[in-house]
């Protein structure tokens, strides 16, 4: 059964930093694409970074500038969205999903998988 399982939102004050955890299991962590979206009250859902395992190449889409990294531990088979200077435009619910046999330098992913996601809070 795959399984992609965010932790880590929670509430926190503008300018502030939290950091979202992605646990994947069920499928092969070596060759896929790994990337956070996000649900913004009002808006599409949107890209907010990728993270592919095959050539460790990662990607932060503009929308968040360079306020968000990520990294991944593959003996754990996680991936973690680092967030700082949090805005209260960034409040909304993440989602971890993954793209099989993808690397995140061809195109955005279109996920196999997605995570139940997680309440990101930015009080102003």
């Known amino acids: 059964e795959v399984q992609l399982v965010e932790s880590g939102g929670g509430l926190v004050q503008a300018g502030g930093s939290l950091r979202l955890s992605c646990a994947a299991s069920?499928?092969?962590?070596?060759?896929?694409?790994i990337a956070w979206f996000r649900q913004v009250p009002g808006r599409e859902r949107e890209p907010v970074s990728c993270f592919s395992t095959s050539d460790r190449r990662t990607y932060i889409y503009e929308s968040v500038g360079g306020r968000f990294t990520v990294s991944s531990d593959n003996a754990k088979n996680t991936v973690y969205l680092q967030m700082n200077s949090l805005k209260p435009e960034d409040t909304g619910v993440y989602y971890c999903?993954?793209?099989?046999?993808?690397?995140?330098?061809?195109?955005?992913?279109?996920?196999?998988?997605w995570g139940q996601g997680t309440q990101v809070t930015v009080s102003s």
């Open positions: 069920g499928f092969a962590f070596d060759d896929v694409a």
């Open positions: 999903a993954a793209e099989l046999g993808l690397s995140c330098v061809v195109r955005t992913p279109v996920p196999d998988y």
